[in-house]
């Protein structure tokens, strides 16, 4: 139950503000329809069915929702709140800044005991987004994050992340 509480409040946060400046860079190396970073030191690429991009805007807030998940059942989801174009985003670093970054293993035999590990989880900044491409049919960037799983204490790096997503 507890891990349910820490998904939630991560995707909660995705309706309040977060830090931007404009340079977007290269875009990375995934292909088309692709998530794909370094955990832990281990590879990770999502399956092109199971990655996707949404975009919402309410109360003149801009949210963007990038997900993918492999063959395994672990995943990751990046999750920008207050979408402006092109730029990099932190994830976490203040009271005001809640753009949250998802790292899961799901359990498939026992989902109750799936991991999860959020960042940010303290008011520091635990990594960044860089959009460096954005259009009516897809979002291109890459990123990196430390995030903690609250229940055990334990943390997963995630690096050269990329994505090249369609809405």
Known sequence: ????????????????????????????????????????????????????????????????????????????????????????????GGANIYSTAIYTEANINDPMNSKTWVAPYDETVAGKVKISEKTDAKIKGTFSFKAKDEENGTFKEISSGSFNVSF
């Open 1 to 92: 139950m507890k891990k349910l509480v820490y998904l939630f409040l991560g995707l909660s946060l995705v309706f309040v503000s977060c830090s931007k400046d404009d340079d977007g860079g290269d875009g990375g190396s995934a292909a088309e329809g692709q998530l794909k970073a370094t955990v832990d030191g281990n590879s990770f690429s999502s399956m092109e069915i199971a990655t996707t991009a949404v975009e919402q805007t309410a109360g003149g807030m801009t949210t963007i929702l990038i997900q993918g998940s492999n063959v395994d059942g672990k995943g990751i989801s990046i999750t920008i709140s207050g979408f402006d174009g092109v730029g990099t985003y932190d994830l976490g």
